[in-house]
């Protein structure tokens, strides 16, 4: 029987971690997709990246699918993303999911702690 910590060993293994200064290199240039992966009460008490999306970890699938009424258009398969969530955790294991559903270029940042603490561009 897998463990949580097997499902996030895997996720790790799949979705790159990369260095908060490298994602905030990218943020200046605009052109990737940030996506904060907490739900709305962990965002509305630290904030998050200025511009990010705000897709829940439990409503992925469906913002992800391009057939699902709940599609997100922000959320294009060839999309450079990168994933933030309290940790590092809830970003692996939902950018697992996103590249199951085909997307190819994911990763994941961490924790929003890391990326405000490096001095990363924050809003409400």
Known sequence: MKTAKDYLDEA?????RVPVEDA??????????FIDVRDSGAIAKTGTI?????????FMEFAADDSSQYHNPVLKKDA???LVC??????????????EMGFTNVSNIGGIGDWKNAGGPMEE
Do not use: D, F, S
């Open 12 to 16: 790790n293994n799949q979705v790159p």
């Open 24 to 33: 905030m290199k990218k943020h200046a240039e605009g052109n990737a997709l």
């Open 50 to 58: 200025a511009g990010a999306a705000r897709v829940p970890r439990g």
């Open 80 to 82: 450079e993303i990168y």
């Open 86 to 99: 309290g940790a590092g955790g809830q970003a692996a294991l939902a950018g697992k999911t996103l590249k």
